[in-house]
């Protein structure tokens, strides 16, 4: 069975913060994808990052950053000085690779709450 | 470049009815996906669109059915609506399955009283 898990419902910090979203997932598969998605109030998933299970290497985009670590199944999101245009809901992802690459399984979302 | 479109944005349907939903996917993409958020949860595949076949099925019972036309676009088709039905419908659209990746839309809010 395939299942990611993302224990924080709903996390609240003050502006220039810093925030770390969990991510934990279950697969039998040898090769996934791993994602991790916005969602604003306007409702479209907007797209932040794909990583492939052969590559552990952290990446950094901007404020963003992204922790994955294949021995503990964990693909953890980092904000760095949050900003109020980060509130969202945040989920995180798994697709295997080849013909099922269809259906994304998705955590249930971490809502972010940024105050100023 | 227009993204994916998704029609209506809001719904409001009685239980027992039949609705349409439509997608429109984003310009160079041929592979349509369909989602179900309920309020509070992750979305759950329903089923994928290449080539106007069904690729792939989640789990959803047969009143959930749909449609890829020749230009790419869909349809998701929900008959005998109940109430647990409510929920947003999101529609991805992505190239050749979805090797290099998903684009979503804003959604369909389906209400069903």
């Known amino acids: 069975a395939q299942k990611v898990t993302q224990a924080q419902t709903e996390i609240s910090v003050v502006e220039k913060e810093d925030v770390t979203l969990d991510c934990v997932y279950e697969t039998r598969d040898t090769t996934y994808y791993l994602f991790w998605y916005k969602q604003p109030p306007s409702g479209e998933l907007v797209f932040l990052i794909r990583?492939?299970?052969?590559?552990?290497q952290n990446e950094i985009s901007g404020r963003y950053s992204w922790n994955f670590q294949k021995s503990t199944s964990s693909f953890n999101f980092t904000i760095t000085a949050s900003q109020v245009v980060d509130s969202a809901v945040y989920f995180c992802?798994?697709?295997?690779?080849?013909?099922?690459?269809?259906?994304?399984?998705f955590g249930k979302g971490t809502k972010l709450s940024v105050k100023p | 470049d227009a993204g994916v479109t998704q029609s209506p944005t809001h719904l409001i349907k009685t239980r027992g009815q039949q609705v349409t939903l439509r997608c429109s996917p984003k310009s160079g993409h041929d592979t349509v996906s369909w989602y179900q958020q309920a309020l509070g949860q992750g979305p759950q595949f329903i089923f994928q669109y290449y080539e106007e076949e069904e690729r792939q099925r989640g789990n959803f019972p047969d009143r959930f059915s749909g449609h890829q036309f020749p230009n790419y676009s869909s349809e998701l088709n929900v008959n005998a609506l109940l109430l647990g039905d409510s929920a947003l419908y999101l529609c991805a659209s992505s190239l050749n399955q979805g090797i290099h990746g998903y684009t979503f839309g804003s959604g369909t809010r389906l209400t069903v009283v």
């Open positions: 992802a798994l697709t295997p690779f080849g013909g099922s690459q269809g259906n994304l399984i």
């Open positions: 990583r492939n299970s052969f590559d552990e």
